[in-house]
């Protein structure tokens, strides 16, 4: 009676783990195939080359190599001998279109006035008038490149535009900078997100604010955001369009078709203290939803 029973139990508890088993693996696969989560997911951030806007000698160079810079510090400075000598020369120019203008408008006031007393011709007081407007053209013109010679010179500071990181910056005084060369690049801090991209069969439990759990790769600590945006497109590999005629499709056709992956845009919302947000790290994204 002792055997049967313990034959009996030993059945039951095979059946019992036998349907845990179909249970979790029946799980386990949807997770898998329908939950909205992917390993394919990276650190994305918005780089700024760094380029000088004019051309000229590196004279100093402030910062090192991965250093972070704050808005507005100046990276390298080009030798602004040059720009000065052209600020100088500007001012000269101004000077003297200042000067014609104001002879040419003398003269034509003077012939304005002989004309009202029938000395001199109408005729002449409009060539004295087109001459005023000559120069007050040439005297516009003047003001024009003494801005610009004085832009120019302020240019020789290369600033950084946005917080971040200067990174790939190797630049040394004595080199010689042309102007939109980049030089570096400059890592915005404040524009880190993850780039998720998920199997277009999985889209319809991707809504926009929807939370999402980050794991980094080689980071203990889970990082919390969520869906900012889904991408409206992706490049159609089997399709070339060239102006002016057909669609150019290849007539080729897999039996296996593969989902396409469509890139997701996810928002940071918390970084745990000693996690390290590079561009380029790998992450595994999962996409809380109501059935979580």
């Known amino acids: 009676m002792k055997t049967i029973k313990a034959g009996f139990g030993r059945v039951l508890l095979t059946l019992a783990m036998g349907v845990c088993a179909v249970v979790l693996g029946q799980h386990l696969w949807s997770f898998y195939m329908d939950a909205p989560w992917t390993r394919d997911a990276h650190v994305r951030a918005d780089i700024v080359r760094v380029a000088p806007d004019v051309s000229g000698l590196v004279k100093d160079v402030l910062v090192a190599d991965n250093e972070a810079v704050e808005a507005g510090a100046v990276l390298f400075r080009i030798d602004p001998q040059r720009f000065k000598l052209a600020v100088r020369e500007a001012e000269a120019q101004v000077v003297n279109a200042r000067v014609s203008l104001g002879l040419a408008q003398t003269e034509f006031e003077r012939y304005r006035k002989l004309v009202s007393k029938e000395v001199a011709s109408v005729q002449q007081r409009d060539e004295a008038q087109s001459r005023v407007q000559q120069a007050a053209a040439e005297y516009q013109s003047a003001l024009a490149a003494r801005d610009l010679a004085k832009l120019n010179l302020e240019?020789?500071?290369?600033?950084?535009?946005?917080?971040?990181?200067?990174?790939?910056?190797?630049?040394?005084?004595?080199?010689?900078?042309?102007?939109?060369?980049?030089?570096?690049?400059?890592?915005?801090?404040?524009?880190?997100?993850?780039?998720?991209?998920?199997?277009?069969?999985?889209?319809?439990?991707?809504?926009?604010?929807?939370?999402?759990?980050?794991?980094?790769?080689?980071?203990?600590?889970?990082?919390?955001?969520?869906?900012?945006?889904?991408?409206?497109?992706?490049?159609?590999?089997?399709?070339?369009?060239?102006?002016?005629?057909?669609?150019?499709?290849?007539?080729?056709?897999?039996?296996?078709?593969?989902?396409?992956?469509?890139?997701?845009?996810?928002?940071?919302?918390?970084?745990?203290?000693?996690?390290?947000?590079?561009?380029?790290?790998t992450a595994t994204v999962l996409i809380k939803t109501a059935d979580d």
Do not use: C
């Open 155 to 281: 240019r020789t500071d290369v600033r950084a535009p946005v917080a971040g990181t200067i990174t790939n910056f190797s630049l040394r005084a004595g080199n010689y900078a042309t102007a939109g060369g980049a030089v570096g690049a400059l890592v915005d801090k404040t524009s880190l997100y993850v780039a998720g991209y998920f199997e277009e069969t999985k889209l319809p439990r991707i809504h926009p604010n929807a939370p999402v759990r980050i794991e980094i790769m080689g980071e203990q600590q889970p990082i919390e955001g969520h869906v900012a945006s889904i991408a409206a497109g992706i490049e159609d590999r089997e399709r070339s369009d060239t102006a002016g005629y057909l669609a150019n499709v290849a007539p080729t056709f897999s039996w296996v078709r593969l989902a396409q992956r469509i890139p997701v845009r996810i928002a940071i919302d918390r970084i745990p203290a000693g996690v390290k947000l590079i561009a380029g790290r």
